[in-house]
Structures are given as C-alpha cells and as structure tokens.
C-alpha cells in the first residue's frame, strides 16, 4: 500500500554506506546548530549524540527484521534533521524513540505488525510497523489513560500523564503529542487530531481526580492545535465550521470515527475547563460539520470509513457506534441521539438481499444481479423441482452485485435463495423465483 512504499522509498536513501555517512553528518549539524543558538545545553548534545552514534554501531550488528527495524528509526532521525524539522522541543520524544528500539531490538522477541508492546519501567504504549521499528502509539497510550483513570489508578495515571508530557513538542507554537515515522503517505512528525483530542480529554479528567492543575494548564495548550489548519495543525476550515482530521497531513481524508471522538475529547476538556472559549467555539464549528459528514457516511445500514469511500470494517463500525453514544450521552443533542440508535441497531439488523435479474436465457451463461443493504457475505442457491443447480457466495459492498451462472438447458421456473451474513453475524435470508426462458428458436414449453 502506499505507506509500505512510502517508507521503502524513505529506507532506500540511506541504505548505501555514502548516504549514511552526509545523513549522519547534517544530524551532528543540527545537534551543533541547536546548541550555538542555546535551544539544548551541552549535556543534552553530548547525550544525544551518544545515543545516535550507539544506535548507529548497533544496527551493524543486527541482521535481517531486527535491523530493518533500527535501521527505519534511524533513518527518521536524520530525515527530519534534513528537513529542519529535528527541533528542540522534539528531541525528548525523537531520543526515545531510538533508544526505545535500541532496547528492544536487542533483547526482545520478533512482533508481528501492529503489535503491541511495553516497558517494565514505563506505562506507555507502542506499536510495532515493518520497516519503521517500534513507534509511540499516542492514541493508544491516551486510551490507557482514560482506563486508568475510569480504574481510579492514580499512581499509573500520573506516571502515564507525566511521561507524555515529557514528551510532548512545539508544533506551530502549540503543544501537539506528535508521531515520529512514515505512515500512510505521510512523512515524520504528524499529528491526529484524534489523538490529540483523546490527550486533552486524559489530562483534564485527570486533572480534577489527582487535583493536578498543571494537567489542565497542559491540556489548554494543546487545545491551539485543534484549531490550526492542516499541515501543521489537525484541522481545516469548512463552510459550516470546522473539520478535525485524522492525519495532518491528509486534509483530504474525512474519517467519520476520528472526528466524532476528537468532539467528545473536546466536549470532556471544556466541561471541565469551564471558562476556555476557544474550546467552547471549537467544539460548536465541530459539531456543525461533523452532522453534515455523518449524513454522508450513514449508507441508511452500515456506515462508510471515510466519505467517498469504502464500508466500514467491523471494527470501525463499533468505534463510530461508540463514540456517536458518548457524544450522544454528553451533549444530549438530538441529532446525535437519533444517530445514535440508528447505528446501534445497524449493528443488529440482518443485511436486505433481494433479486434484480427477473429472466435468463436457457444455455447461456448469465450475470444473476442481487442488490444487498451492506457489506455482507451473500450466498445464492438456486433450485429445481428440490435439486439444487447451483451455488455460491462471497463477500461483497452494499449495493447491485450478481454472481455469473451457466443456465441449464431446461427452461421453467427456478427458486433463487439469497442468503445475507453482515460483519456483526447478522443473518437474514429470502426466496425469490427466477424464469429461464427456452434458447432462441425453441417453441416454449
């Protein structure tokens, strides 16, 4: 897909001995830059520094996955320095990254993608991608803060909440909790306007259970973000309002689940805040767009991804049911209550099959079409006199579909069964009668 061609085309400029030789030396520069302008101490160069030029001996000694995986954290490091984006603020969370990996690759298990892993002496989250190494799962880590704290786990909770803020960078003169490698077309550091409405919404409730102000002063900050345009920030303005995005780096994309949660985020800071109106305003030009963007993603049975694009998976479907209840629950908007027992009973309702082709011709091979509510494994049986003439079923999008089926000779009336199995196990099933018409130049009979 493109982020594995993304980030074989990052790898492949710094694989030969030449270019890992200029990258290294424009990532020193950029340790020695910031250091002449007083943006890090000398302590702090010396020290990442030494973690560089450690990672840079150990990949060598690594073979096949393992040093793939180095390699690619590697390669982030001196791409953003060439880039001018290896700024101070973003060095705590860069040198961890590579040290993090360091650590891992050297003693830890092979992971399959997307796996998930952590440290003993850390409760943050991080997620493994082929080619890119082991990479802070920001949304992943906020939503383990949110179970902290419905667990009352205050001592987790505040390690958790502490480490991210150690973290965190200046990303347009906003706070933002940034991802460091290649993914999906874009290049390091993006940001999630889900991600980041999840941390607010982790650092203000937090804030009210530990009596942690400074939570609160740190969840403000990171508010600026949410209204700040894309590519540097994670929204872009629309004719009704606001839509937050997913990526910073795709405007383009309108992902219905990841902008409905960054509303709930922001709605759960501003009750708690209470007196900030930039969140207030923000959540209001959200909540305009987001019912426009739900109307387009609501196929009447099941939801799109994204707008213009394919059904949800079933995954995605439970999320957005999810989350549209939380807003429901917390704004008490009717729009969104009515949302919001639709898209339950999507997940309950079996999908509608019925039969379009009427007629076929005898003999011939024939496109049998069937129109189908929503994505769902359609199976089609068709019989004569209790014999069964054919079968078959796929997976397929909501919509006119059709399996194609050579006729029998034998003209007369067939029993067309369409079976329907949508992603949830919903099942649903309807008999319908098909006429095979006699071949060309046969009397009928």
């Not at 060095?91 to 590579?98: E, G, V, Y």
């Not at 933002?176 to 889900?194: I, L, N, V």
Request: hydrophobic share 40%; aromatic share 10%.
């Amino acid at each position: 897909g493109a982020a594995r061609a993304t980030a074989a085309a990052a790898r492949a400029t710094a694989t030969g001995p030449r270019a890992r030789r200029a990258a290294a030396r424009t990532f020193r520069g950029e340790l020695r830059r910031l250091l002449r302008a007083g943006e890090i101490t000398r302590a702090d160069h010396d020290r990442y520094r030494r973690v560089f030029d450690d990672a840079l001996a150990f990949v060598r000694k690594l073979s096949g996955t393992r040093q793939r995986a180095l390699q690619g954290v590697i390669n982030n490091t001196t791409h953003m320095a060439q880039r001018g984006d290896m700024t101070a603020s973003r060095l705590p969370a860069i040198f961890h990254t590579l040290e993090r990996n360091r650590q891992w690759w050297a003693t830890g298990r092979l992971l399959g993608s997307g796996e998930r892993v952590a440290f003993n002496d850390s409760e943050l989250v991080w997620q493994y991608y082929p080619g890119e190494g082991i990479q802070l799962q920001v949304l992943g880590t906020f939503g383990k803060a949110n179970g902290l704290w419905m667990q009352r786990d205050r001592e987790k909770l505040a390690q958790l909440l502490d480490e991210m803020t150690a973290l965190a960078s200046t990303r347009g003169g906003a706070l933002a909790f940034e991802y460091y490698f290649y993914f999906g077309g874009g290049k390091p550091p993006w940001a999630s306007a889900m991600a980041q409405a999840t941390g607010i919404q982790a650092l203000a409730r937090a804030s009210q259970l530990l009596r942690r102000p400074d939570y609160l002063e740190t969840a403000r900050r990171a508010v600026r973000l949410m209204g700040m345009a894309a590519p540097t920030g994670v929204s872009v303005r629309t004719r009704l309002g606001r839509r937050f995005l997913l990526y910073s780096f795709a405007p383009g994309q309108r992902v219905l689940n990841g902008f409905v949660q960054s509303l709930v985020g922001l709605h759960d800071y501003a009750a708690i805040a209470g007196d900030d109106a930039r969140a207030r305003r923000l959540f209001r030009a959200g909540e305009r767009q987001a019912r426009a963007d739900l109307r387009a993603s609501d196929t009447g049975a099941w939801s799109l991804y994204q707008i213009g694009g394919a059904e949800a998976d079933l995954n995605y479907q439970q999320l957005v049911t999810e989350f549209i209840a939380n807003l429901c629950s917390r704004a008490r908007i009717d729009f969104w209550c009515a949302a919001d027992e639709r898209f339950r009973r999507y997940l309950r309702e079996p999908p509608q099959v019925r039969l379009l082709t009427k007629r076929v011709r005898a003999g011939t091979r024939a496109l049998v079409r069937f129109e189908v509510s929503k994505i769902a494994k359609v199976g089609m049986a068709i019989r004569r006199a209790g014999a069964t003439v054919f079968s078959t079923s796929a997976t397929v999008a909501r919509g006119a579909r059709g399996y194609t089926w050579s006729v029998p000779t034998a003209p007369g009336r067939y029993e067309v069964t369409l079976s329907g199995t949508d992603l949830a196990g919903n099942f649903g099933a309807s008999r319908f009668t098909l006429t095979v018409l006699p071949r060309r130049g046969r009397a009928d009979v």
